[in-house]
């Protein structure tokens, strides 16, 4: 390649995963308040060698197709927001950072049970609010964990690593995954295999750890949710279409399901309005991964991928099959 690469970065990430790239290339950041429109993408992207985009930047076939970037390192592990297919046709390697956001989001999912099991957002704001008039014996109730049965749908990586956390809190857990753990695995992590109607009619506590996919879109529809106790609470970490949002606002609107955790939403940034007056519910805006040890550790990667592939070297981690 003559000359240094140019880079077009669309958000502002962690400095020190960044050096590296503004060592070796002429980088472009879009801003860091927020993240180009289609339209300045596909006004500005031709104009550079490579992208590194986060999941909130929508890399469709037109772009690929009029920008020909030489690779798009996404910055997620996740890469539902782009055409991969498109990208392959056009012989354009697309990366993403697996592995380093897994304890992390595995930690905001057990965050977001523990928070709206224990009602801790609703305490806080009756503490703030003046409410709180001394210790009393039914104040706050909540749901513990011990002895509970957690079922994980997706065991991957994020999957396994809430498993772990799920044996020191001693409950018993049931996995759902594509394909069957090996029984060494199914016995380190103390999880039981059962099918989807299974774990729903069986979980007290059900988090969802599955990639965004064709497949996967609503997944937890109306009926799943009726197969779940009414003492259960939901967690989702995953993608926000993988819940069926306006059917999950009904079932905790009637009670059919004791409470949600959610990381992820369907059209994000919006929230379904139906949500926003739920007790029962604990909303966070996608802070899965978002650690200063694993946003930046993200950024290497997403760096190191893009580097890679400009120097004609293979990826860290190729999405493309
Ligand atoms: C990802 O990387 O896919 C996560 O959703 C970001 O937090």
């Not at 099991?117 to 014996?137: L, M, N, Y």
């Not at 909540?142 to 991957?156: F, N, R, V, Y």
């Not at 059917?247 to 919006?270: R, S």
Request: proline content about 5%; some cysteine; glycine content about 6%.
């Amino acid at each position: 390649m003559n000359g240094r690469p140019r880079v077009l970065v669309t958000r502002a990430l962690p400095e020190a995963g960044m050096n590296k790239l503004f060592l070796h290339c002429d980088v472009t950041v879009f801003s860091a308040e927020r993240q180009p429109t289609a339209e300045e993408l596909k006004a500005l992207l031709p104009q550079y060698d490579a992208l590194l985009c986060t999941l909130m930047d929508k890399i469709d076939r037109e772009l690929l197709q009029t920008a020909r970037p030489k690779v798009v390192s996404t910055y997620a592990v996740g890469y539902d927001n782009i055409d991969i297919a498109a990208a392959t046709e056009f012989g354009i390697p697309v990366t993403n950072t697996p592995g380093v956001l897994t304890n992390a989001t595995a930690e905001i999912a057990w965050a977001l049970l523990m928070a709206v099991t224990r009602r801790i957002v609703e305490a806080d704001h009756f503490v703030r609010q003046g409410k709180w008039s001394g210790w009393s014996p039914l104040m706050l109730l909540g749901t513990e964990l011990a002895g509970k049965t957690l079922g994980i749908i997706g065991c991957g990586r994020i999957g396994l690593a809430v498993a772990k956390r799920a044996k020191a809190f001693e409950m018993n857990t049931l996995y759902l995954n594509r394909r069957r753990l090996e029984e060494a695995t199914e016995n380190e992590y103390g999880l039981t295999y059962a099918d989807l109607d299974t774990l729903l009619g069986q979980a007290d506590f059900v988090s969802l750890h599955v990639p965004y996919t064709p497949e996967a879109h609503h997944l937890i529809n109306r009926d799943a949710l009726r197969k779940m106790k009414r003492s259960a609470f939901l967690i989702n970490t995953a993608r926000g279409a993988v819940v069926d949002e306006a059917a999950l606002v009904e079932a905790l609107q009637m009670g059919e399901i004791a409470g949600a955790g959610l990381d992820v939403f369907e059209a994000e940034p919006q929230v379904h309005a139906g949500l926003l007056p739920l007790q029962n519910v604990v909303l966070a805006p996608h802070l899965g991964s978002a650690t200063w040890e694993t946003r930046t550790k993200m950024a290497e990667i997403a760096v190191e991928n893009t580097i890679k592939v400009l120097q004609g070297e293979h990826p860290i981690s190729l999405v493309n099959p």
